[in-house]
């Protein structure tokens, strides 16, 4: 399974900025759905909705939006649907920004980490306390998306 995973993030990972909705901000007014030539927003209930795998990230959404509930985000395809059915329970202690020092949480504790890229070269390699933390220090990583893997646990961590 760990491979399986692994190998969808080299391949198959769109990684991409994307916009999506804020949906405690969004009234629903619907002025916004006319501004994607790509239709990539729709209403999904009371609120709009971006696709995601349509977006490609133009931002022109965000000039029709009179509540700024339209916002820039890192996009991997891959992040929830892939490590949902993984029991994932790596973790991160913030959104971790280039040059910062982000802590793991969440690895077998004493396990073995590895942070790769997607040429699949290890960037990081440490090993997890008896916490299961491992501070991951960034601060010669470029930006862009990793995959950590501890044991049989997984997940994506992006940098911005
Ligand atoms: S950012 Fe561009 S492509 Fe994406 S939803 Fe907005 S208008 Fe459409
Ligand atoms: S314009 Fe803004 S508030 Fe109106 S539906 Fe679109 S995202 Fe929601």
């Known amino acids: 399974m760990l491979k399986i995973i692994a190998v969808a993030f080299l391949l198959l990972a769109p990684f991409k900025w994307i916009y999506v909705v804020d949906n ?5 007014c619907g ?3 006319s501004s994607c030539a790509l239709g990539a927003i729709t209403m999904s209930g009371p609120d709009a909705c971006i696709d995601p795998e349509l977006c490609d990230g133009c931002g022109n959404c965000v000039n029709y939006c009179p509540r700024n509930a339209i916002y820039k985000e890192w996009y991997t395809g891959i992040e929830e649907e892939e490590t949902a059915d993984n029991n994932e ?5 913030q959104n971790p920004v280039v040059g910062n020092g982000v802590t793991l949480t969440g690895a077998t504790p004493q396990s073995e980490i590895k942070v790769i890229d997607r040429s699949g070269r290890v960037v990081i390699c440490g090993s997890a306390d008896e916490q299961g ?3 991951l220090d960034m601060s010669d990583v470029p930006g862009g998306a990793y995959l950590v893997i501890s044991d049989d646990r997984i997940s ?3 940098t911005i």
């Not at 405690?24 to 629903?28: D, P, S």
């Not at 329970?89 to 202690?93: A, V």
């Open 156 to 158: 994506v961590l992006t």
């Open 24 to 28: 405690v901000k969004c009234n629903g």
């Open 89 to 93: 329970t790596l973790s991160f202690s």
């Open 133 to 135: 933390q491992l501070l």
């Open 31 to 33: 002025n916004c759905l």
